[in-house]
Structure formats: C-alpha cells, structure tokens
Nanobody, 122 residues
Framework: QVQLVESGGGLVQPGGSLRLSCAAS????????MGWYRQAPGKQRELVAA???????NYADSVKGRFTISRDNAKNTVYLQMNSLKPEDTAVYLC????????????????WGQGTQVTVSS
C-alpha cells in the first residue's frame, strides 16, 4: 500500500556527513510519523529519530546534536542529516512510517523501507 524508497547511504570517514532520504508513495495522502531506525550487526533495531507531521521530533541520545530529521509533508519525504559521524553509527538505516491518511481517512499502518547501509570508517 505504501512504498518507501531510501537513498543516501554510503561509506564516509569519521567526522564526515551523510544525508539520507526516504520517499513514500502509493495510496497515501498524509503520514503521521516518519522516522529512521538503525540496526547494526548483532544489535537490536533502535530508533534514531522521528518526526510527527506537526513538526515535533525525538532523537536517540546518542545522536542528539549531530543528526537532524526533517520532512517535506507535501512530498511525503523524510530526511536525516547526519553530521560528525562516528564508527559506532555504522548500521543499516531503515525508514519507518506510522499512521497514514488515505482517501478513506486515517488508518493505523506501520511500514518499513528496505534499508540503506551507512558505514563510518577510515
């Protein structure tokens, strides 16, 4: 019902920056929460940052001050600007949506992107 296409991952040196994008398409007029999770090998998936359609945000403590989430509601797209990257930021980053509005109104829906690899290494 909702397709999520991520882009922007890659290899970067410590201290570098990357910008991730995730565009939602399909039968969706609006999205309640859009966010990013990450999963490193051998670790549980964790929330990195999320943003409600109204603009409120929350971040993992480990990324506060370094990462910034933003979104373009008209395009149903969410971004994650990652600065001052550290090796411990290495993970697969997954886009997430929670709650969508279709022609029939709001409905509970949780969707995931396919993931994009971010590797921070010298």
């Amino acid at each position: 019902q909702v397709q999520l296409v991520e882009s922007g991952g890659g290899l970067v040196q410590p201290g570098g920056s990357l910008r991730l994008s995730c565009a939602a398409s399909g039968s969706v007029l609006s999205i309640n929460v859009m966010g990013w999770y990450r999963q490193a090998p051998g670790k549980q998936r964790e929330l990195v940052a999320a943003m409600r359609s109204g603009g409120s945000t929350n971040y993992a403590d480990s990324v506060k001050g370094r990462f910034t989430i933003s979104r373009d509601n008209a395009k149903n797209t969410v971004y994650l600007q990652m600065n001052s990257l550290k090796p411990e930021d290495t993970a697969v980053y997954l886009c997430n949506v929670d709650g969508i509005k279709t022609s029939w109104g709001w409905k509970p829906y949780v969707g995931w992107g396919q993931g994009t690899q971010v590797t921070v290494s010298s």
